[in-house]
């Protein structure tokens, strides 16, 4: 397979691209079932449920896409949003599935984490992958760290550890034991949240060097799916947004100087009929990287997006027909990528075969702006 960094003009799964006919800007078809917000959808996406979707990082020129997926299969795609269009640019196979992806700050590389408990270095320029870090149970995410002080790789794993990596040596540089299997976590230097299965939530500061800042219990009654953190007005880590599998986001402040800035807020949930309310999983939160508002995606097939400091909603979807896995937004903020996928919130009779993975582009850039205070 060619290298990522190869000619953009043919497909590099083989043969000629694939990709749909240019259109004005990332617009997309009329609206269908598949497609009832008329979003962009990305061509060849996976052929089992993403577990994750990553824009590449302000250093690279152009803006690609990589998603990792149930099918052990981590792919890129290169976004073109004025002339709409994206074109599969290469894919690696793995041996189990791929549960987490990130990018190498410089963009040159992508990491994976996986169910055979480890986690794989994806060089573009040579399309060669390669183990860089190894846990005892799966590999549940992957951040890569950089910072002026060090730069490594984190991994979280269910054998209820967090590892700090140089990818050039077989043992961590660090490890943290955490009270249970880590479920999820973000980093955005300097600080770390990692939450666990025991619905625990521990901060590190990564100043110097890993250092734990704070643990508490969840503000959550129920299991966490997700976790982001947002921004202060200075563009530094303030505090996070956590998502359960019970339709409700908690905003949290690391330093919780006043009780009163935390707060809980029901989404992902169908209008109650006879005081009856169908309540689904969020599964994945994002923030704009500019306007500091946020996108839920959930269960329920519907993404919402909210501004918390006024502590509203902003807009919330047309209902899709499978649940929504994950969502990212593009290191400018003018592209939001959202996934659709089975994730067996209703068991093994709930999965439809004829009902496949799609992912979509949304120009969300001006939708996600905070809603004017004197309206």
Known sequence: MASLFGSSTGGLFGGTSTAQPAQTGLNALGGTADNPMKDFVVNQPPDDTLTALRFSPSSVSSTFLTSSSWDNKVRCWEINQMAGTANPKAEQVLSSPVLNCC????????????????????DLASNQMVQVAAHDAPVKSVHWIQSQQYSCLVTG???????????????????????????????????????????????????????????FDSPLKYQHRCVSIFKDANGGPTGFALGSIEGRVAIQYAEGKDPKDNFTFKCHRSNAVNNVQDIFAVNDISFHPTHNTLVTVGSDGRFSFWDKDART?????????????????????????????????????????????????RPAEEEMKPRSKNK
């Open 157 to 215: 794993s269910w054998d209820k550890t967090v590892k700090f990596w140089d990818t050039k040596s077989p043992n961590p540089m660090f490890t943290i034991q955490l009270s249970e299997r880590l479920y999820c976590s973000d980093i955005m230097f300097p600080m770390a949240v990692f939450t666990t299965a025991d619905r625990g939530i521990v901060v590190y500061s990564l100043d110097g060097g890993p250092k734990e800042f704070k643990k």
């Open 313 to 361: 909603k902003i807009k919330t979807s047309e209902q899709f027909p499978l649940p929504l896995t994950s969502c990212s937004f593009s290191h400018d903020g003018k592209i939001l990528a959202y996934a659709i996928g089975y994730d067996w919130s209703k068991g093994h009779e709930g999965n439809d075969l004829n009902k496949k993975p799609k992912i979509y582009l």
């Open 103 to 122: 990018w190498h700050a410089d963009g040159t590389k992508i990491f994976t984490g996986d169910c055979e408990k480890q986690a794989k270095m994806w």
